[in-house]
T-cell receptor, first 112, second 110 residues
Framework: DGGITQSPKYLFRKEGQNVTLSCEQN?????MYWYRQDPGQGLRLIYY???????QKGDIAEGYSVSREKKESFPLTVTSAQKNPTAFYLC???????????FGEGSWLTVV | DQQVKQNSPSLSVQEGRISILNCDYT??????FLWYKKYPAEGPTFLIS?????DKNEDGRFTVFLNKSAKHLSLHIVPSQPGDSAVYFC?????????FGKGTSLLVTP
């Protein structure tokens, strides 16, 4: 089945710990994205990558890091520097920038 | 600053009637717009899109209208069905990613 797979679906983290969310796609898309959803805030862009080995900060990149070593993978690390990390995280991809983007099922991160 | 605005957080419509969801944008450089539907704890799914060279695009029960001079677009769902109950996000392509509105929660009642 073609699509975007995010894991884990639910994750609990203690304050002060880094955590990495996985995102894999088998759609042969060049562009990948990470968004965050908070209640009443819509979807906000964290990082995006238009091509392998390249990525750019989005609107709310502080406290996050990414890598794009392989075309199909775009992991997001939520670091201890992120002040309010509890949220629903969404990974997405598109054939290239400027095309329709498709989302994974999302990952819930809760900091306890 | 929010460049894509959905000013109605919620909307309730009776089954069989028309649902109209509205969206405004501020950046006149946006030239491609999309609507996504989202259920709780799931990723958004693409519904329909429109390019700025058009003013209307239809796909089954869903029609998107674009008024460039007013920087306004709307999504019409007719007839509305209970399964349409979800949060609808309007998005505009900035050239490198999508800018999303805050969403409108649609409830279709039997």
């Amino acid at each position: 089945d073609g699509g975007i797979t995010q894991s884990p679906k639910y994750l609990f983290r203690k304050e002060g710990q880094n955590v990495t969310l996985s995102c894999e796609q088998n759609l042969n898309h060049d562009a990948m994205y990470w968004y965050r959803q908070d209640p009443g805030q819509g979807l906000r862009l964290i990082y995006y990558s238009q091509i392998v080995n390249d990525f750019q900060k989005g609107d709310i990149a502080e406290g996050y890091s990414v890598s794009r070593e392989k075309k199909e993978s775009f992991p997001l690390t939520v670091t201890s520097a992120q002040k309010n990390p509890t949220a629903f995280y969404l990974c997405a991809s598109s054939l290239s920038s400027g095309n329709t983007i498709y989302f994974g099922e999302g990952s819930w991160l809760t900091v306890v | 600053d929010q460049q894509v605005k959905q000013n109605s957080p919620s909307l309730s419509v009776q089954e069989g009637r028309i649902s109209i969801l509205n969206c405004d944008y501020t950046n006149s450089m946006f030239d491609y717009f999309l609507w996504y539907k989202k259920y709780p704890a799931e990723g958004p799914t693409f519904l329909i899109s429109i390019s700025s060279i058009k003013d209307k695009n239809e796909d089954g029960r869903f029609t998107v209208f674009l008024n460039k001079s007013a920087k306004h677009l709307s999504l019409h769902i007719v007839p509305s069905q209970p399964g349409d109950s979800a949060v609808y996000f309007c998005a505009a392509d900035s050239g490198y990613a999508l800018n999303f509105g805050k969403g409108t929660s649609l409830l279709v009642t039997p």
